[in-house]
């Protein structure tokens, strides 16, 4: 287990931008991952209130032969920078819109949330992917969430809106993720057609400690209630943050209080044994 994690020390680093020779190296893995079978769909569940599993979202993981289990902090900020994200963030879709159409039959869960790294959104036939990924598989349309970035928005402002605009007609529903970390969010909530904010766990982590945390989550869920947005908090840890989000209103939550992220077979094994 020491050797595995010296590895991985060695692999962070090469991330980071240690040498290019690196990077290269772990772009060529990660093309070969893709490929070769290695990633992984984990889910984490969303539960409405605190109280009703609603769905879940979909999180990436990378099972390297050699190197283990890599979280996507070790890969997909790397993969962000070429079309290598274009090729992870296909894979991951369309296991979504698969898993998607095994679970439609289920009324219980409405929904499964993926993520949509800017350059994957930005490509041409981005909608037609979706719509090619939905059919195929049989998925509800509604029962789609793409978590998007502010990111999102330093392209063509109207290529965006009329992208998202298409697929909201189909019922698709947008996510805007790590809400409040980025530099104008309010500004974006009032000109994209989106259905939902996520509240970035750094804001939910110190809300029944902090008093100025406390507030901003506050002003954010009335802002997000004026506009009919759905509110999801992530990275609840507490049974007292729980209690603090449940006094604001009926918000969709999300952390380990209610389940780590696990990989989607055993995920399902749970909710249908
Ligand atoms: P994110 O979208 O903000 O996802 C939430 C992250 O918070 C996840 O980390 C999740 O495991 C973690 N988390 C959830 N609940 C808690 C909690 O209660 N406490 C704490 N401390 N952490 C919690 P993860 O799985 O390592 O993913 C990291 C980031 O990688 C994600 O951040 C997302 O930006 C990106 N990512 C993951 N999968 C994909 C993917 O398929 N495509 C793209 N483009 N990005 C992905
Ligand atoms: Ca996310
Ligand atoms: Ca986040
Ligand atoms: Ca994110």
């Known amino acids: 287990a020491k050797l595995e994690g010296g590895s991985r020390i060695i692999f962070f680093k090469a991330v980071m931008g240690e ?18 079978n290695q990633l992984r769909m984990y889910v984490q569940p969303q539960w409405e209130g605190g109280c009703k599993p609603v769905g879940v979202e979909a999180l990436i993981r990378w099972e390297h032969p050699q190197r283990g289990l890599i979280l996507p902090g070790m890969f997909i900020p790397l993969a962000e ?3 290598l994200i274009v090729a992870v963030d296909r894979w991951m879709l369309d296991a979504v819109c698969r ?6 039959r ?7 949330s993926v993520n949509i790294s800017p350059r994957h959104f930005q490509q041409p036939d981005f909608v037609e992917e979706v719509k ?3 059919s195929l598989s049989g998925a509800d349309p509604a029962q789609l969430v793409l978590e998007v970035t502010e990111g999102l928005v330093i392209g063509d402002f109207a290529d965006v809106i009329a992208k998202m605009t298409e697929l909201r007609a189909m019922g698709v529903h947008f996510s805007m993720d790590d809400f ?24 939910i982590q110190d809300i029944t400690t902090n008093p100025n945390d406390a507030a901003l989550v506050e002003s954010i869920v009335a802002v997000a209630q004026h506009l009919h947005l759905q509110v999801v908090a992530e990275g609840v840890e507490t049974p007292e943050q729980a209690a603090f989000l449940n006094r604001l209103g009926t918000i969709i939550h999300q952390g380990y209080l209610y389940g780590r992220p696990q990989p989607v077979e055993q995920w399902l094994e749970q909710i249908s044994p």
């Open 19 to 36: 040498t290019i020779k690196e990077r290269y190296r772990i772009e060529r893995e990660l093309r070969h991952a893709i490929t070769r």
């Open 99 to 104: 898993l998607l159409g095994r679970l439609e």
């Open 132 to 134: 090619r990924k939905l």
């Open 81 to 83: 920078t070429s079309d």
């Open 180 to 203: 409040g970390t980025g530099y104008s969010s309010l500004a974006y909530l009032k000109r994209l057609p989106i259905h939902e904010i996520k509240i970035d766990k750094s804001f």
């Open 106 to 112: 289920d009324q219980q869960l409405t929904r499964v």
